[in-house]
């Protein structure tokens, strides 16, 4: 059987990227042939959870490819048919407006874009302390789309984060699994 091909997409929710690159390596453990993809935030931001370049490197390391970061770099995405299934994680609020939008000015959304062209599962993977306040809808709209699935979430930190959620990174395969015979796994919410 031909490898699952993973577009790994992550955004710059920079304190889970710890966690999200030991599932970037269980993937690749499993097999996956997995193609890293980066905002320009997450890509080129240092921050107390990291240098840019040092986690860049590890990022190339697991996935034995270079990183994609540019929209110019993510625009064959669709036409080439690159991937069987695109994960975004994590996925900002940010990012998570601009894909219930339209929006496409980043090498994440352009990915997006290009891979949901063909009508390919996208699977978002969110991490942002505004989920339950201005991303709520946002979450909702996303949802309802066509071709598009959710990693199960919960609140992560009720009494100090009330409005934050997180997806629970250790469903991520199973999640990728569902979303290419084209089925939510559930409980979606935790
Ligand atoms: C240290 C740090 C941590 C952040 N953590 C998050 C987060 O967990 N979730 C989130 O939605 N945004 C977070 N942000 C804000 C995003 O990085 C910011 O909205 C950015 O524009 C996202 O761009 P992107 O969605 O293109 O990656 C964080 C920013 C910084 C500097």
């Keep these: ?12 929710s920079f304190c889970t990227f710890d966690k999200v690159m030991a599932v970037m390596q269980e993937l690749v453990n499993r097999d996956m042939e997995v193609t890293p993809i980066m ?10 959870f990291g240098k840019a370049e040092e986690i860049n490197k590890r990022i190339e390391s697991i996935c034995g490819k270079e990183i994609i970061h540019t929209i110019e770099k ?3 995405i669709g036409p080439a048919k690159m991937f069987d299934v695109l994960l975004v ?21 352009m990915a997006c874009k290009s891979h949901l062209r063909n009508s390919r599962p996208v699977v978002l993977a ?9 991303s ?8 309802n789309y066509r071709n598009v699935y959710f990693v199960p979430l919960r609140q992560d ?6 409005r934050s959620v ?17 089925r939510q796994i559930q409980p979606m919410i935790m």
């Design 1 to 12: 059987m031909d490898k699952l091909r993973i577009g790994f997409a992550m955004c710059g």
């Design 39 to 48: 905002s320009n935030m997450a890509y080129s931001t240092d921050t107390r």
């Design 74 to 76: 993510a625009e064959p």
């Design 89 to 109: 994680e994590p996925c900002t609020g940010n990012t998570l407006a601009k894909l219930a939008s339209g929006i496409t000015d980043t090498a994440v959304t």
């Design 126 to 134: 969110v991490s942002t302390n505004d989920a339950l306040g201005n």
């Design 136 to 143: 709520a809808k946002n979450i909702g709209q996303l949802m």
């Design 157 to 162: 930190d009720c009494k100090m984060k009330p």
């Design 166 to 182: 997180v997806a629970d990174f250790s469903l991520t395969v199973r999640t990728l699994e569902a979303a290419i015979e084209s």
